[in-house]
C-alpha cells in the first residue's frame, strides 16, 4: 500500500497543486520553420465592429502551427475582393495565399464576404459570403479559418471546438476550484462547476453535450457526468478508495475509469445507462488512466506492472494487456491521435517530464517539448495540435504544440493556475 499511496499522492499533486476568471490569452512561444505565408488583408473598413473578423482568422491560423500571416504592416495594399488584386505584388512580399474580403453591416447583421487566393498559381481557390449576428461574429471568423484551413491542407479546421480545463484561485485551505469550458482560442469562457475541493479529469463526451469529470466535493473522489448546456448532472461512483480518470467509449455509451474499490487500482467499464461496471485488468500494480482506442476494440491505460509507469494497450477481444512503450522509465497518460496511429503521452528523462508522439507501427517516440514539467496531453480532434497542462515559474498555465513538435504556445491565465486540459470533439 506504501506504493500506492507515493504514486496517487504524487498524482494528486501534479493535478491539483496548480489549477484556475479570466480568458485565456495565447503567446506564441516558438514558430514553425515549415509554416506557410499568408497574407490577411483587413476586412473591416473603417467601421467600428465587435469582433475583428480578419484577426481572429489570422490568429487562428497561426494558431494552427501551418501557416505564418504577414503582419499588418508589411501589407502593401488593401484590396477587398479578387478582382482588385495584383497578383505580381503579393508574390513579391512572399506571400503563398492570400485573404480578402470586406465585413458590412445590413438589416442590423452582418455580411461578411471573402476569398482565399493562390498568389503563386493567380487563382480563386474559395469565396464565400457568411451572414452572421454581432453575438455570432467569432464564431463565424472561425468558420472561415476552417474552410481556409482545410482548403489548403486538405485538413479539417479544428477552430470551432473548445476546451475544458480546470482553475484553482486561492492558496492554502482557502482555494476555489472551478471547471471550465472556452473556445479552442481561449475566449469566452464560462465556468460550469465551483467548489470547494479539487475538480480533476474532465474528459469530452463523443458528441459533445456533456463533460464527465472527478469531484471531491463530497469529501473523498467520486466521478460526475454533467450536461453541459443544461447544468443537470450525475454522481456515477462513488467507492471507497480511488474514483478516478473517466474515459468516453467512441459511442458515448461506456465510459473507462480507474477504481480501487476491490484494493489497488485498475481498470473498470461501466455501461452509462445501465451502471453495470466490469473489471477489466487484473494484477498487483497500480492501473489507470485509460484512454480508448478510436475503433473501440481496445482501450490504453498506465501502469507500473513492470516498475515505473509505462503504458499498455488492452485488447477487449482477448482481454489481454500488452506493454507498448519501451522508451525510457517512465511513460504515462496515453492519448490517441484520430486515425489511431500514434498515442501522445508525458515521458520522463533527466530534464524532466515532456510531451511525447510514439508511432503505434514503428514505435518510435519523438520528445514535443522542452518544458519540464508537462501533464495531461489532450489531442485536437483534427489530430494536428496537443494541449497540456505545464508550469510558468510556479504558475499553473496551458501548452499547445503541434503534433510535430515545430510550433509551441501558451495559454497562461491572468487569475489564478490552470490544469486538466481536455479538447472537445469537433461539435457540429
Known sequence: ??????????????????????????????GSDQAIPIAIVPMEGGDA??????????????????????????????????DDVYYQDWQQLGSDYLVV??????????????????????????????????????DSAHYISNQIFEKITGIRGAFSTSIAYVRANGVADNIKYTLNIADADGHNNQVILSSDEPILSPAWSPDGQKLAYVSFETGRSAIYVQNIATGQRVRLTSFEGINGAPAWSP?????????????QPEIYVMDVASRDIKRLTHSEAIDTEPEWAPSGRSLIFTSDRSGNPQIYRYNLSNDQPQ?????????????????????FMVTRDEQGFHIARQNLETDRMTILTDSNWDESPSVAPNGTMVIFATQEGTRGVLGLVSADG???????????????????????
Open 101 to 138: 474580403g470586406k465585413v458590412e453591416k445590413q438589416n442590423g447583421q452582418y455580411r461578411i464576404q471573402y476569398e482565399l487566393l493562390n498568389v503563386n498559381g493567380e487563382d480563386r481557390m474559395l469565396g464565400e459570403v457568411v451572414t452572421s449576428s454581432s453575438e455570432e461574429l467569432r
Open 323 to 343: 506493454r507498448i512503450t519501451f522508451t525510457g522509465s517512465y511513460n504515462s497518460r496515453g492519448r490517441f491521435s484520430p486515425d489511431g496511429d500514434t498515442i
Open 406 to 428: 515545430s510550433a509551441s504556445f501558451r495559454l497562461p491565465s491572468p487569475d489564478g493556475d490552470v490544469r486538466s486540459p481536455a479538447w472537445s470533439p469537433f461539435l457540429d
Open 49 to 82: 465592429l465587435p469582433e475583428k473578423v480578419s484577426r481572429i482568422i489570422a490568429n487562428d491560423l497561426e494558431r494552427s502551427g501551418r501557416f505564418d500571416p504577414l503582419s499588418r504592416e508589411s501589407l502593401i495594399s488593401n484590396p477587398s475582393s479578387s
Open 251 to 263: 459511442d458515448g455509451r461506456k465510459l473507462a475509469m480507474s477504481l480501487s474499490k476491490d484494493g
Open 1 to 30: 500500500m506504501k506504493r500506492l499511496n507515493l504514486w496517487a499522492a504524487a498524482l494528486l499533486l501534479m493535478l491539483c497543486t496548480s489549477m484556475a476568471h479570466a480568458e485565456l490569452t495565447i503567446e506564441i512561444t516558438q
